[in-house]
């Protein structure tokens, strides 16, 4: 589900002086793969790094990589005791990102934006993802220089 506070999304990222690029991708409720391989215009692939059993809750570590670039590095939690079987399974297949396995399973789900900053090498967002039998925390992290690169980002907008 979409964010529908608009003016607080507007006064959120309006405070702290985020591009208008910035904040497209920050409020994004889409998948990122799907978003980084159309600001890229090359398709982008989920990596995952590492996956690691912590006993109650998995940590996952993944890239976003086009191009050979990383555009995205994300970090997950994910209890196990809140999120379903067959979900359970997907991530730990490490075939797809976490955003295809929701749209996989057509999961109806509402993401909770919990924080965000940017400094003048990159910009993020730590983030809720909640369903049915479903319960994500991911912050996600993106290297400022892609951005800039391919014009989606100015900083002299901004700084």
Known sequence: MEELDFQGLLDRFGKDG??????IILANYGTNQTLLTL??????????????DRGDDYIRLVHIIGDGEILCHASTVIPKARNRPDVLEDILAKKLGLGQIVVT?????HRKLLNIGHDRTAFWRTYALEGPDLYLEITEKFPMA?????GFIR?????
């Open 155 to 159: 900083r002299d907008k901004a700084w």
């Open 39 to 52: 600001i890229f215009g090359t398709p982008c692939e989920v990596t995952v790094i590492k996956q690691k």
């Open 105 to 109: 399973h057509d999961i109806p789900n």
């Open 18 to 23: 985020y591009t208008r690029g910035e904040q």
């Open 146 to 150: 892609p951005f800039e690169r391919e």
